[in-house]
Structure formats: C-alpha cells, structure tokens
T-cell receptor, first 114, second 111 residues
Framework: EDKVVQSPLSLVVHEGDTVTLNCSYE??????LLWYKQEKKAPTFLFML????IEKKSGRLSSILDKKELFSILNITATQTGDSAVYLC??????????????FGKGTHLIIQP | NAGVTQTPKFQVLKTGQSMTLQCAQD?????MYWYRQDPGMGLRLIYY???????DKGEVPNGYNVSRLNKREFSLRLESAAPSQTSVYFC??????????FGSGTQLSVL
C-alpha cells in the first residue's frame, strides 16, 4: 500500500520567517510528486516533481525531490499572511492501468502570524 | 472554460436517504476521480475512472457507487447515507501523468 507522510502536521510562524515542509513517501512504482495549496476550498496546484535534485521555483516558493531518500521539501521564504493554508503532498505511482493512483498525505496546516 | 464543475455545493441528508453528486469536466481528460476530505485526514480516494466505461475502487469505496456516463461526466452515488459519510467531496480530472484539476467541492452533512 502506498504511503505519504507529511511533517509537521501544523506549524505557526511569524510573517517574514522561512518555513520548510516535509513529505516522505513509500510507493511501489514512483512516477511523480505533486504539491498543492489548499485555502478554503479546492486545492490549487503548486509543483510537480519527477526528477531528483532539480529544484522547482515559483516566486518565494521552491521544492526539491530526493528519489534516493524518498522525500521532498517545500520551502517558503519571507512568509506572508496569505501563505496561511494547508499544504498537501501527493505521490503518483504508475500502475499501468491508466488512471494512475495519486496518494495524498494528511497535509501541513501552516499559520502565518502578522 | 469552466474546468471541473461539481453540483451541489452543499447538501444536508437524513440517515438512509440517497443522493447523487454530479461532476463534469470540459477539458477532454481521460481520468476522473472522487475524493473525500475529513479533518486531519487529507484527501482519500473513493473511486476513479481511467476512461469512459471503466471505474475502479480507491481507498474508501464502501457505501458509494459511481458512473462514468461519458468522457465528460463522473457521478458519485450514496445509496443509503450514513453520518460517517459527512465530509467534503471533491471531484477531479487530469490528463494521464499530469496535475489534477479539482472541482470546488461539495459539503455534505448526514444527520
């Protein structure tokens, strides 16, 4: 059974701080790892990672994948109150059946205090 | 371009009632999914469909049925609702191997 573990489950920091969110996984046939941000409603896509060691960046957010150690991190620098959200990690395994499985972690609830 | 459209947005049921959650996507995606989200549990897969006419069970299928009516539509049915099915339900779709596109969610309460 595929497993995705995120840590910490919740985190409270002050505006301007840098945070690192963790995602470790155990899947049989790894295909990709995805990060989503969820505020009040549907998750919104942040990054998709398939190759080890290549950092993806978007503004103050960045993410990197380590396929040898089976984890990914999501960094947010100079945090703002608008970064407050639940951050979800999902891992895709290739089943060969077509609708490849995506397993989500429980999420990290990030709160940015002004 | 509407993306993934879910209806209804909110629903309250009594135990034992039945209902169908509707989902449609206009992006010509082959794969469609139904997830439920409970506090502290992340997103858990109920059913998915690789293509029109095929469906498969996910992690938590008990108490649910699905229909992939055509390429656009993937519905989720609760035949006899139970309080344990109180949750937020998300439909999603995607092209194979790409990111998921989510609907806006259905908040369901079963009393």
């Amino acid at each position: 059974e595929d497993k995705v573990v995120q840590s910490p489950l919740s985190l409270v920091v002050h505006e301007g701080d840098t945070v690192t969110l963790n995602c470790s996984y155990e899947v049989t046939n790894f295909r990709s790892l995805l990060w989503y941000k969820q505020e009040k409603k549907a998750p919104t896509f942040l990054f998709m990672l398939t190759s080890s060691g290549i950092e993806k960046k978007s503004g103050r957010l960045s993410s990197i994948l380590d396929k040898k150690e089976l984890f990914s991190i999501l960094n947010i620098t100079a945090t703002q109150t608008g970064d407050s959200a639940v951050y979800l990690c999902a891992v895709e395994s290739y089943s060969g059946g077509g609708a490849d499985g995506l397993t989500f972690g429980k999420g990290t609830h990030l709160i940015i205090q002004p | 371009n509407a993306g993934v459209t879910q209806t209804p947005k909110f629903q309250v049921l009594k135990t034992g009632q039945s209902m169908t959650l509707q989902c449609a996507q206009d992006m010509n995606h082959n794969s469609m999914y139904w997830y439920r989200q409970d506090p502290g549990m992340g997103l858990r897969l109920i059913y998915y469909s690789a293509s029109e006419g095929t469906t498969d069970k996910g992690e938590v299928p008990n108490g649910y049925n699905v229909s992939r009516l055509n390429k656009r539509e993937f519905s989720l049915r609760l035949e006899s609702a139970a309080p344990s099915q109180t949750s937020v339900y998300f439909c999603a779709s995607r092209p194979s191997g790409e990111k998921l596109f989510f609907g806006s969610g259905t908040q369901l309460s079963v009393l």
